[in-house]
């Protein structure tokens, strides 16, 4: 049985050369497992190294090694963050699944205002509250949210926060594809899901460096918004009525 089915709530970090997050991550995940169990919610970290070169890999087995409930998944090369979510979406068989940055600009303590939610919502997410960013990337989300929203209509303010909740069941349902990552909220309103919108601290990164500029922040998300609008037109979605299969 795979070993995230035994929690309510698995936490995915997508990882790639983030060594020197690694022991910070662990502290502050290692800090907020008991107290998501207090709340009903016990839950695991499946940390999925997306093809790291530097030291992340050996730094997760570390951990993941004196964590009972830290676990790890390697992709064999590096493949992107929507990759690197939906692998560990396809490897969690919790009831929900959350996703949060290596970068640690968002806490765990945060995934608190979101969970009281999801029985009411199939995804809760955040909105970063007094952004610790530059100018330039602050300027180039708001160009990238307002043309995502004009785009796919989901109404949601901040795609970019990486602090979010899922149902499961509606996550392994959710088209994967390069970029996906900015239009959950979209993707899984296809299915008729409700997405409720939840603000969250945010703040500086204090080690590491970002893995996104002016050119991929903007020219992507602006291209995958008509692969989006091209997808949706053909989007199938189905509900089964009854079956004899079991």
């Not at 509606?170 to 390069?178: D, G, H, V």
Request: charged fraction near 25%.
């Amino acid at each position: 049985m795979n070993k995230t089915a035994a929690y309510k709530f698995t936490i995915i970090v997508p990882v790639y050369n983030e060594e020197d997050n690694i022991y910070a991550l662990e502290e502050r995940l290692r800090r907020y497992l008991p107290q998501a169990a207090q709340e009903g919610y016990p839950s695991c970290v499946l940390f999925v190294n997306d093809g790291s070169k530097d030291a992340s890999p050996e730094r997760l087995r570390e951990i993941c090694g004196r964590n009972e409930h830290f676990y790890y998944l390697d992709l064999e090369k590096n493949s992107g963050l929507s990759a690197a979510m939906k692998a560990g979406i396809d490897a969690s068989f919790s009831e929900y699944v959350g996703y949060m940055d290596a970068d640690l600009q968002t806490t765990p303590e945060d995934f608190d205002l979101l969970l009281p939610h999801m029985g009411e919502y199939e995804m809760a997410m955040g909105i970063r509250t007094g952004r610790k960013d530059s100018f330039v990337k602050n300027m180039s989300s708001k160009i990238a949210n307002g043309f995502r929203r004009m785009m796919t209509h989901d109404g949601v303010e901040d795609t970019g926060c990486p602090l979010k909740v899922l149902r499961t069941d509606y996550a392994k349902r959710i088209p994967f594809f390069t970029g996906m990552h900015r239009f959950l909220p979209a993707l899984i309103q296809l299915q008729g899901a409700r997405v409720k919108q939840v603000p969250v601290r945010h703040f500086p990164r204090m080690a590491g460096y970002s893995k996104y500029h002016l050119w991929n922040r903007l020219t992507g998300p602006f291209m995958d918004c008509f692969a989006y609008r091209w997808m949706r037109k053909r989007y199938i979605n189905y509900r089964t009525a009854g079956n004899n299969l079991e």
